[in-house]
């Protein structure tokens, strides 16, 4: 766990799944010829119009020499670009995936930019009113640099807008006012998407850019090219913040389908008690349900006192132990005053048993779409931890007690984010708590830090930017909600209703 997040941000960071950075950057690369590729395509039928002396004396023989040219410069600019942002920028942690998304959207994006450059021009009514260069101030950036926002994080999202600025003004044929407009707007609509955990506050995010591109519409226009065109810059640049909120709306789904990513307005829809999944654990593991419910309380609790994402805990919690399903006796919560069926096995089966729920839950995740968000959390709220009480059962019957710990840990990895470390704590926490008979508001206390440290002293936490501040203010939100939650009842009479 880091100390800071100057520490954090600093620091080297180990390249995903083990690849190596030399893979990793091959990967990029190859990616990144895949995505120009069909770049030359676009280049190739638009090229002359873009760029008359594109090849210089080779394009009149070989026309496609220019496209192929500008095709490699795009390759080698997104490479380094997103290569250097995921190797130095905190948080932006990108994966094949993640870049191949990216990639789609400025390819989409310019797209659309050559489409409202040249379509939108071709309308009668506004071709003789309305100078061809305002167009540019409609091109959808903003709408897009909303979706990286939502689906991936803030640091992608102003990365992206600035190589989807610099793709785009291509489009405009590299109009200074163009570009600075895209890196403004984009900017302004990645600002007010946030948090969106519905379809209201996305509208709303989209309304409230408006003014911002309005206005640096207006004021580029009159700055580059005086006043002629100002107040029709000013118009396109308030349609285009207005728009840019159902565009988004439009465009996230298909992302999520395509590449399995999960928004908070994704996250909001899996929350409810009717998605089968949900259904399946309040009916067939009650006592799990119960479980999973406290959890997710105590995470978005925790997750409010740090400034983490508390949807993605509340959500993510209801659907961390989905892997118990089908095996529900096999944990206590479901046992309901039953004998221990533990009592009966051997400490091997028992440690196979546990720990077969991780890789069941990520498996079902998968096999519902969850996204990426909740499977990752289902597969790393246990991290490498202990299973404590089937290890001191098999401590007699092992001679190597360092073979014995290795044994009957959880196969990880650690938690990645605050988010899954949150879930890890409430996690052991309620379970720690559930098992005392009349908690009293100390020992709620001593047992919820006694957890905390435990998890800390293992190392469980390494692996994630939770600073030691954030763990105390997790530890002490978690501890609030617990103690509340139990809280001692009043002894009724006898026969009495309570």
């Known amino acids: 766990m ?23 950057h091959w990967r990029l690369l190859a990616l ?9 395509v676009l280049f190739y039928l638009w090229g002359r119009e873009l760029f008359p002396r594109g090849a210089g004396r080779w394009g009149g023989t070989f026309p496609f020499v220019g496209a192929v040219a500008l095709t490699l410069a795009v390759a080698l600019f997104l490479t380094e670009w997103f290569g250097f942002a995921g190797r130095e920028v905190r ?65 992608t999202s102003i990365l992206f807008t600035v190589a989807a600025s610099v ?19 984009g900017t302004a609509g990645a600002a007010r998407a946030r948090r969106v955990p519905d379809r209201y506050r996305m509208l709303m995010a989209g309304v409230q850019t408006a003014p911002v591109c309005a206005l640096a519409a207006a004021a580029l226009e009159f700055s580059f090219h005086g006043g002629g065109g100002v107040v029709w810059a000013g118009i396109f640049g308030a349609f285009n913040g207005l728009l840019s909120g159902p565009i988004a709306l439009a465009v996230m789904p298909v992302a999520e389908s395509a590449f399995g990513y999960a928004s908070d307005i994704r996250l909001m829809e899996l929350s409810g008690t009717g998605h089968p999944l ?15 419910v406290v959890v997710g309380t105590l995470a978005e609790a925790g997750a409010h006192a740090i400034g983490a994402n508390p949807v993605l805990c509340r959500v993510a919690a209801l659907y961390h132990d989905i892997g118990k399903l089908g095996r529900a006796q096999y944990f ?21 048993v546990i720990l077969s729920h991780v890789k069941e839950g990520v498996r079902m995740a998968g096999e519902y779409r969850l996204g990426d968000r909740i499977t990752e959390i289902i597969e790393q709220h246990h991290g490498t931890s202990l299973l404590y009480c089937f290890l001191d059962k098999a401590r007699p019957m092992i001679q190597d007690r360092k073979a014995s710990e290795e044994m009957f840990r959880y196969p990880g990895p650690k938690p990645k984010s605050r988010e899954a470390a949150i879930i890890m704590l409430a996690d052991a926490a309620e379970a720690a708590v ?24 293992d190392g469980q936490l390494n692996e994630c930017d939770l600073t030691l501040r954030e763990l105390h203010a997790v530890g002490r939100a978690i501890r609030q909600v617990l103690t509340a939650v139990a809280h001692a009842r009043v002894d009724y009479p006898a026969g009495a209703s309570n």
């Open 2 to 24: 880091s100390g800071s997040r100057n520490a954090t941000r600093s620091g080297s960071r180990p390249p995903e799944n083990g690849a190596s950075p030399r893979g990793r």
């Open 434 to 457: 559930r098992s005392l008979a009349r908690p009293t508001p100390q020992e709620v206390d001593e047992t919820v830090t006694g957890i905390v440290n435990r998890i800390y002293l």
């Open 278 to 292: 949900l259904s399946r654990l309040m009916m067939e593991t009650p006592g799990t349900f119960h479980h999973s």
């Open 91 to 155: 948080k932006v942690r990108l994966a094949a995936r993640d870049f191949l998304f990216l990639c789609s959207l400025a390819l989409l994006l310019f797209f659309a930019a050559k489409a409202v450059i040249d379509l939108i021009a071709e309308i009668p009514s506004l071709g003789r009113s309305v100078p061809t260069r305002v167009y540019s101030y409609l091109i959808p950036l903003p709408a897009f640099a909303m979706v990286v926002r939502v689906l991936i994080n803030s640091e």
């Open 167 to 185: 793709l785009s003004a291509a489009a405009a044929a590299g109009s200074w006012p163009a570009l600075l407009f895209l890196l403004l707007s």
């Open 32 to 40: 990144s010829l895949g995505s120009g590729a069909v770049f030359a």
């Open 332 to 352: 206590s919560e479901n046992q309901a005053g039953a004998a221990n069926v533990h009592d009966a096995m051997s400490p091997g089966l028992s440690r196979a």
